[in-house]
């Protein structure tokens, strides 16, 4: 083969290679102040939920981008980042930096509040004296307690596809105990695709909105989500239990079981950070997590940022906990 | 073509025997073998194949590169080499030209290495890199148009069809599956140039006429995004997904795909060759998405 050739052939493909950076978008440059700018501005064109948390995001800018300058380290900057966060209080915002715990916007969630007012070895132990199933990758444990129905969710996930053998399970009890406390959320599609056998006629659960442009008024149509029946119907009483661990997802599914007529609702307030959320990066490689939606309850009314209500409100205490008795399970088998 | 395999022959023996990096003996018999089993199948075939071959098998592996900036996800250009890039031909030339193509590559780009960090939920964690998937899939028929001394010009249609699902992996928080889902028909343009009975260049280019398209939702996840993935099952998932499509304009969509490939005839049989891919796919709905992917493939073809 000719020189040419050769040189021809490497010319071609080196001319390609090299102009390939002017087809790309500008990044956000990797320092203090545009690392501060760039979080700031994503919030500010992608997060929905601003009004439900009473939060004026310009006035945390205010507050907060005279403290960044050039010079800012590292830490600093991550007080400031975590400072401006905290104003959210949204247990859907996370940040995440290197070697160190992930901070939670979510005070409760960041700081551990009542996290120990709630164990499921000291249910699994104490009350169904360790006679209990698991499936769904463990994200399923149920047993009896007495004549009642004991099924706790830790997830949502594909363990709602035993919803089916759960309910067989116990179909000679006299009712259903679906304790969704410390349920960390997951996929809710999984629960609504499978929750057929628990509801006797379509029902309105929620509906929510997205955000699909950088404006602040720029939202998708409301979409409604709602139950069906399939199956053969659980017609038995139920009581749903939460707590201000109960979050996402679970809390979509706990509103899903709201609107039956067979259910009680017991225990805490839910979490409150029901709209989905999405992950992002920043130029140094630290991470975060923002919401990007709207929800309403199926009567119009959001449960995002105060979380869901319960009918009978109902919470352990540290001094119960210690002695092994979950006073939240015992008011709950005392409807039955 | 014999001598050449004589020669191919030699030149082990002669490296086996005066080799000054010492082989263990039964390693050296065992590659002596193949080494002979390689050239007899080289040589039986190109000896059975005396007609005009119309039809060609290549086998491509290579080093790629992507360069991806996805801004419904991140604004940052995710890039990496990675070595896991095959592609697969099929071509047929007789009365028409035909080309069938299967493309997969996987890059895990990342910005930063990754790191470790401690969540609520699962403890410990040690975050992970992206992941792209990438598998094309094209079927090209065209006419020659011009077949003279030593050029050969085909002109003609590209199915195109690309599917691409990737996740992004934010820390604690996954980003899944904002695909991107492409099918649409290029003007096919494949131009060979013989440079002489052993060494040629053959190259393909492919203009899109138009596209359809499904991309993630300016979000990545919105209610249409959960209503698509409500079912749990991969191909009604997929099927959803495809249906959101949207036939997009040459404003809203471009690309450019395009090859370069050297070959060197080993006989009449079996061509070896380096090929270079560049693929450029520009989108703009519902947010800038941009990527540019480069492959340098090394092939093996055989004629029949």
Not at chain 1, 71 to 86: A, D, F, H, Q
Not at chain 2, 288 to 302: C, L, M, R
């Amino acid at each position: 083969m000719k020189n040419y050739h050769i040189i021809l052939f490497a010319f071609l493909i080196l001319s390609l290679v090299g102009c390939e950076n002017a087809f790309f978008e500008p990044e956000p440059a990797n320092n203090p102040e545009n690392i501060f700018e760039n979080l700031w501005s994503t919030f500010n064109s992608e997060y929905a939920p601003f009004e439900e948390r009473g939060v004026d995001w310009d006035q945390q800018y205010d507050i907060h981008r005279p403290q960044v300058k050039p010079s800012t380290s590292n830490e600093e900057l991550i007080t400031i980042i975590k400072s401006m966060l905290r104003s959210l209080d949204d247990g859907h915002v996370s940040f995440t930096t290197p070697n160190s715990d992930v901070f939670y916007s979510n005070y409760l969630i960041d700081q551990r509040i009542d996290d120990e007012l709630f164990d499921l070895e000291l249910i699994k132990n104490n009350y169904l004296q360790n006679d209990f199933l698991k499936s769904g990758n463990g994200l399923n444990t149920y047993g009896w307690l007495g004549n009642v129905g004991y099924w706790h969710i830790k997830a949502i996930g594909i363990n709602m596809f035993d919803i089916n053998s759960i309910l067989d399970y116990f179909a000679s009890a006299d009712g259903l105990i679906v304790d969704m406390r410390h349920s960390s959320g997951g996929n809710f599609t999984y629960a609504f695709s499978e929750f057929g056998r628990l509801t006797d006629e379509k029902r309105l659960v929620f509906s929510s909105k997205t955000k699909n442009g950088p404006g602040k008024n720029d939202y998708t149509e409301l979409y409604e989500w709602s139950v069906y029946p399939k199956g053969k119907y659980f017609n038995k009483p139920i009581v749903l239990i939460t707590d201000r661990y109960t979050i996402s997802a679970s809390e979509r599914a706990a509103m899903a079981f709201k609107v039956l007529p067979n259910v009680t609702h017991l225990g805490d307030t839910t979490n409150g950070a029901i709209a989905t959320k999405i992950g992002k990066e920043l130029a140094n490689g630290w991470y975060y997590s923002l919401v990007t939606q709207k929800t309403y309850f199926n009567d119009g009314n959001t449960f995002e940022g105060v979380g869901i209500p319960p009918e009978i409100y109902v919470k352990n205490t540290s001094s119960e906990m210690a002695v092994g008795q979950d006073k939240t399970l015992e008011q709950a088998l005392g409807i039955f | 073509m014999k001598r050449a395999t004589t020669l191919t022959c030699f030149h082990l023996d002669w490296w086996f025997e005066k080799s000054e990096i010492r082989i263990v003996p039964h390693i050296v018999q065992h590659m002596k073998k193949y080494t002979f089993l390689i050239i007899a199948f080289f040589f039986t075939s190109s000896l059975i194949a005396q007609d005009e071959k119309h039809n060609e098998f290549s086998l491509n592996w290579g080093m790629g590169q992507i360069m991806r900036q996805d801004q419904t996800v991140s604004p940052f250009i995710h890039q990496q080499w990675a070595p896991i890039n095959v592609l697969l031909s099929y071509s047929r030339s007789k009365k028409l030209d035909q080309l069938a193509e299967i493309k997969f590559s996987l890059y895990n780009p990342s910005i930063v290495d990754p790191y470790s960090f401690n969540s609520f939920y699962n403890g410990n964690e040690t975050d992970i890199a992206h992941s792209f998937k990438l598998i094309d899939f094209n079927y090209a028929l065209g006419k020659s148009i011009l077949d003279k001394n030593q050029w050969r010009l085909v002109v003609g249609g590209k199915s195109r069809n690309q599917i691409y699902s990737s996740d992004y992996n934010f820390g604690p928080t996954l980003t899944p599956s904002p695909m991107f889902i492409s099918f649409g028909l290029d003007l096919w343009l494949n131009l060979r140039y013989a440079i002489n009975e052993q060494h040629y260049f053959n190259s393909n280019l492919g203009l899109p006429l138009f596209s359809y398209i499904y991309r993630a939702p300016y979000a990545a996840q919105n209610d249409d995004y959960f209503e698509n993935i409500y079912s749990h099952k991969g191909i009604k998932e997929f099927t959803n997904r495809v249906k959101d499509g949207e036939l997009e304009s040459w404003g809203n969509s471009q690309r450019f795909d395009f090859d370069l490939r050297y070959g060197y005839v080993l006989n009449e049989k079996w061509d070896v060759g380096l090929t270079y891919l560049l693929a450029m796919n520009f989108n703009q709905s519902p947010t800038q998405f941009t990527q540019i992917e480069n492959v340098f493939f090394i092939s093996g073809k055989i004629k029949f």
